[in-house]
């Protein structure tokens, strides 16, 4: 499951991590958060990454978590900015589809265009020299935040998926399959969600300000006609049915990784009541892993990740606050 990588060390840091050297380095002393080892650590990186040892890219993902702490966000966002320089992976759903799209191709036997290998999940290379990268002339960061967007995303959280994956976790539960027969639905079902989700999702969505309905409307269109790119390749070969039960199929990083931590969470973790923010995490995790040599994540992802052995798979370090004075000191022996 391993992907081609960077010349460089890329490291990803949740966004538990991100808050907590945002608070050291930029805010005031009376966050509860260590201090000393978080502005150790934020100097180190950026030591490292002004040497090109290392690259930290952003994501989708940190700007939308960012701005759901409104005091903070700037402050957050500017020190995501400042490690990330520049450098962030595409949407998720943009990424498990350009997968797909290989795995498809693969599958018929047919050429899939070739292109740098980081176009896949990155905006850019990142082994882009730090000295070349365009520095700001003025020194003004101008960061910009949609208010109305922000609440809408965090109603989808805490209001549909949530609550949503709560009930679809209790409903799984009920048929006590293994771990591996609820991988192998869980592939499955990821992928009718991966083309079908908005256009199912669009009854349950509530009262949907006015000005998002047309972007919903475009989203679902932008699903359909991936999944016409994807049936039109499976036809070149044995078709889609035959395709979504090959190995090709099964082993596509993105369902495979979020499945198998899904998986994990229902039948080896049954009782335990997620967060609203958990499906985020299995997005975020499923996203990244593969083309990360560090994850710094949270201790139940972690232990997911661990379990599974998705971080192995993939020869993914993943680091815990638990752990800070440990991955300080990986990034200071770079």
Same mark, same amino acid.
């Given at each position: 499951?391993?992907?081609?990588?960077? =010349?460089k060390? &890329?490291?990803?840091?949740?966004q538990?991590? #991100?808050?907590d050297?945002?608070?050291?380095? *930029?805010l005031d002393?009376?966050?509860?958060?260590?201090?000393?080892? %978080?502005? @150790?650590l934020?100097?180190?990186?950026?030591?490292?990454?002004?040497?090109?040892? &290392?690259a930290?890219p952003?994501? /989708?993902?940190?700007?939308?978590e960012?701005?759901?702490?409104?005091?903070?966000?700037?402050?957050?966002?500017?020190?995501?900015?400042?490690?990330?320089?520049g450098?962030?992976?595409?949407?998720?759903?943009q990424?498990s589809h350009y997968?797909?799209?290989g795995?498809?191709?693969? %599958?018929?036997?047919?050429d899939?265009?070739?292109?740098?290998?980081?176009?896949? /999940?990155?905006n *850019?290379?990142?082994?882009?020299?730090?000295?070349?990268? /365009?520095?700001? +002339?003025?020194?003004i960061?101008?960061?910009v935040?949609?208010? @109305?967007?922000?609440?809408?995303?965090?109603?989808? *959280? !805490?209001q549909? =998926?949530g609550?949503?994956y709560?009930?679809?976790k209790?409903?799984?539960?009920?048929f006590?399959l293994?771990? =591996?027969?609820?991988?192998?639905f869980t592939?499955?079902q990821?992928?009718?969600?991966?083309?079908?989700? #908005?256009s199912?999702?669009?009854?349950?969505?509530g009262?949907?300000?006015? !000005?998002?309905g047309?972007?919903?409307?475009?989203?679902? #269109?932008?699903?359909?006609?991936?999944?016409?790119?994807?049936?039109?390749?499976?036809? #070149?070969?044995?078709?889609l049915?035959?395709?979504v *039960?090959?190995?090709e %199929?099964?082993?596509?990083p993105?369902?495979? &990784?979020?499945?198998?931590?899904?998986?994990?969470?229902i039948?080896?973790?049954g009782? +335990?009541?997620?967060e609203?923010?958990l499906?985020?995490? %299995?997005?975020?995790?499923?996203?990244?892993? /593969? $083309?990360?040599?560090?994850?710094?994540?949270?201790?139940?992802l972690?232990?997911?990740? +661990?379990?599974?052995?998705v971080?192995?798979?993939c020869?993914?370090?993943v680091?815990t606050?638990?752990?800070?004075?440990e991955?300080?000191? $990986?990034?200071?022996r770079?």
């Open positions: 499951m391993t992907q081609q990588r960077s =010349q060390k &890329i490291i990803y840091l949740d538990n991590w #991100l808050s050297l945002t608070k050291a380095v *930029r002393g009376s966050s509860p958060v260590d201090k000393a080892c %978080f502005t @150790q934020y100097e180190v990186m950026q030591r490292a990454i002004a040497e090109d040892k &290392i930290c952003t994501s /989708p993902h940190h700007m939308s960012s701005n759901f702490d409104s005091k903070r966000s700037a402050d957050f966002r500017s020190v995501d900015n400042a490690l990330s320089r450098l962030s992976f595409n949407h998720s759903e990424i997968q797909l799209l795995a498809a191709s693969r %599958f018929a036997g047919v899939f265009p070739v292109e740098p290998w980081w176009c896949l /999940p990155f *850019r290379d990142p082994d882009t020299l730090d000295s070349t990268l /365009p520095r700001s +002339r003025t020194g960061e101008v960061i935040t949609f208010l @109305q967007w922000v609440s809408e995303e965090r109603r989808l *959280r !805490d549909i =998926q609550p949503m709560r009930e679809y209790d409903f799984r539960r009920a006590k293994s771990y =591996q027969d609820e991988v192998i592939i499955h990821l992928f009718r969600e991966g083309y079908f989700r #908005l199912d999702a669009l009854a349950q969505l009262d949907t300000p006015a !000005d998002f047309e972007i919903y409307h475009t989203a679902v #269109l932008r699903q359909f006609s991936w999944l016409m790119e994807i049936k039109g390749i499976c036809e #070149l070969g044995a078709g049915p035959a395709f *039960r090959s190995s %199929f099964a082993n596509v993105y369902l495979s &990784i979020r499945a198998k931590l899904m998986a994990a969470d039948v080896r973790n009782r +335990r009541n997620p609203n923010s499906s985020a995490d %299995f997005d975020i995790a499923a996203t990244v892993v /593969p $083309y990360v040599d560090v994850f710094a994540t949270e201790n139940y972690a232990e997911l990740l +661990r379990g599974t052995r971080a192995n798979d020869e993914c370090s680091f606050m638990r752990q800070k004075d991955f300080l000191d $990986y990034v200071s770079l």
